[in-house]
């Protein structure tokens, strides 16, 4: 009985933490690309708008540690496209539904043994 209550403690700081990742990502995302639209005259000039992109791109990676966001990430970087998708939200919410899946498929498994 006391180890279950200790998996349920473990489980739920996790789901915390996940949580807190998420939020933050989703809000830097969100931010960044509606700077992106708004301000697009300052962003638009190649070295500000790539070095906006860069810092963006490395803290979104220091927040998810993935590579696939990451890589979705780079689209910024593409002048035009870059410029009318909100990348940097798609890819934290793909991010969220990938790591929100496998966190449930290990929450099932772990009640399935015990």
Do not use: C
Not at 90 to 106: D, V
């Amino acid at each position: 009985m006391r180890t279950l209550e200790l998996i349920k403690q473990d489980g739920s700081a996790k789901n915390s933490l996940f949580k807190l990742r998420a939020a933050t990502a989703l809000g830097i995302s969100v931010v960044a690309d509606a700077l992106d639209y708004f301000a697009a005259a300052l962003f638009g000039v190649p070295v500000i708008g790539d070095i906006f992109d860069a810092i963006i791109v490395s803290l979104l990676y220091n927040i998810t540690r993935s590579k696939m966001s990451t890589a979705v990430n780079m689209i910024e970087f593409i002048p035009i496209v870059g410029d009318f998708i909100p990348v940097y939200t798609l890819s934290t919410l793909m991010w969220i539904a990938k790591e929100w899946k496998s966190n449930r498929k290990h929450i099932e498994a772990e009640t399935r043994i015990k």
